[in-house]
């Protein structure tokens, strides 16, 4: 049976991981390819590197990132931040990660998510949504949730899915950051309205959480950053709440 | 030495990533000789498939594959596997390398397509390429057809989704596995090096 995903995510600047107060075990904790085999290890089903450096020499530094990480980790990770043409998707696919997600760039130039399904195929092409709840629905966000585009998060992801994107990372900005849960109505309103698997993202604060998301919420994964970096929970103590409760994940 | 075949899509460099951390010499080639020379040769890929076969003609590289296909070891993963079938509906009816006899189809409608994440092997017959392996044991699949063998000995592994499909399948010395062994952690480790040791057996 295909199991439901855990995703543990990682923030990257200059090429380190930022946060992380469980990698104390590692000689060095910023060192993503160390962090990115213990998280393995652990049993994480992927892995997600969010690039959040704002420099314009941020491209070489992610791409040896990229490579640096499959030389070590032989889990498929995803590599998100930054993307702005197909070069950048192809230099990461390249270099090794299984996938890219693209954000901002999706909004701003939507020609990028066909050109990168047609050179690499759907699968490699993640969309990351960054949505805010407004009344009745939920708007898109781009720019690090900074800048509304007046996009409406479902339809947005119906549009994304049709141009070529093979899977959806969807956050809630609301939820983000506040430990008490996923965004549970807009996670299953999207993922009802598309035919692509769906990441539920923001408001994890533990395994009960996750539950709730990957079966009411109707996700396909569930991506986690706090509870896991600062070692409220392993990701072993997350599978086992799943698998009593009767979600089937890989163990 | 085992022969990459490299043809200008996605994520090759993965599969030699694996390679290099089992230990076993491989090269990324996209020419005859190399393949010709290789103890086994993998045929990695994602992408396309109407692409996938366009830059193998191009690269003139479609008999000497049929013929080390004959020969010695070979396994092609994702879209590789596909590859090896007679045809694909992917976007168009498109002619593969015709090594295993079958066809290459679309899930149904309904499902949540791709077929992304882990998912079971479940052993349909024994094979060198499970050694080791547990049946039911997880891969990681990403894609959106799958693999009908004409012969169905040739599944020597199912994957229950939308009901059962060949997620590996085996004719004599040809291998093809729908997952991804190169990133399914010590399990896909385990089997590439089942199938590299048959490299080194011939």
């Known amino acids: 049976m295909l199991a439901k995903r855990i995703i543990p995510c990682l923030d990257v600047k200059n090429g380190r991981v930022v946060k992380g107060r469980s990698f104390v075990n590692l000689q060095d904790a910023g060192d993503p390819v160390q962090a990115g085999k213990l998280y393995s290890e652990a049993g994480a089903d992927e892995l997600v590197f969010l690039d959040i450096t704002a420099t314009l020499d941020a491209r070489q530094t992610v791409r040896e990132l990229a490579a640096a990480v499959g030389r070590a980790v032989f889990i498929p990770y995803t590599i998100g931040g930054g993307i702005r043409e197909l070069d950048d998707i192809k230099a990461l696919l390249q270099a090794g990660a299984e996938k890219i997600s693209i954000n901002s760039a999706a909004v701003t130039n939507k020609d990028l998510i066909r050109q990168g399904a047609e050179a690499f195929g759907n699968q490699a092409v993640v969309v990351a949504i960054d949505a805010k709840k407004s009344g009745d629905h939920w708007e898109v966000y781009i720019n690090a949730g900074t800048k509304p585009t007046g996009l409406d998060a479902i339809a947005w992801a119906q549009e994304v899915e049709r141009i070529g994107a093979g899977e959806i990372l969807l956050t809630s900005i609301d939820a983000d950051g506040h430990k008490s849960g996923y965004d549970m109505t807009l996670t299953a309103k999207v993922a009802d309205a598309v035919g692509i698997p769906v990441i539920a993202s923001g408001g994890a604060g533990g395994p009960e959480d996750i539950c709730r998301v990957l079966t009411e919420g109707k996700a396909d994964a569930a991506l986690a950053a706090s509870i896991f970096h600062y070692g409220q929970y392993s990701i072993a103590q997350v599978k086992e709440y799943l698998h009593q409760h009767g979600v089937p994940v890989r163990v | ?202």
Not at chain 2, 13 to 41: F, I, M, N, W
Not at chain 2, 109 to 134: C, D, I, R, Y
Request: net charge neutral; hydrophobic share 40%; charged share 20%.
């Open chain 2, 1 to 202: 030495m085992i022969a990459i075949i490299d043809y200008g899509l996605g994520n090759l460099r993965s599969v030699k990533y694996a390679l290099d951390r089992l230990g076993v010499a491989s090269e990324l080639t996209d020419q005859a000789g190399p393949l010709e020379s290789a103890d086994a040769v993998i045929l990695p890929g994602v992408g396309a498939f109407g692409e996938a076969m366009e830059n193998l003609r191009r690269l003139k590289l479609v008999e000497p594959i049929r013929a080390v296909a004959r020969q010695k070891p070979f396994l092609g993963i994702c879209l590789g596997m596909q590859l090896l079938f007679t045809t694909s509906s992917e976007h168009g009816l498109h002619l593969g390398l015709d090594i295993v006899p079958g066809e290459v189809v679309r899930f149904a409608e309904g499902l949540t397509v791709p077929h992304m994440g882990w998912n079971q092997v479940e052993q349909a017959a024994k094979s060198p390429l499970f050694e080791g392996v547990a049946d039911g044991a997880y891969f990681y699949f990403a894609h959106s057809y799958f693999c009908r063998p004409t012969e169905p000995s040739a599944a020597i592994g199912v994957t229950e989704y939308g009901g059962k499909y060949a997620s590996t399948v085996q004719s004599g010395s040809v291998f093809g596995t729908q997952y991804h062994p190169e990133k399914s952690g010590p399990v896909g480790l385990a089997m590439l090096a089942n199938f590299c040791r048959l490299g080194r057996k011939t």
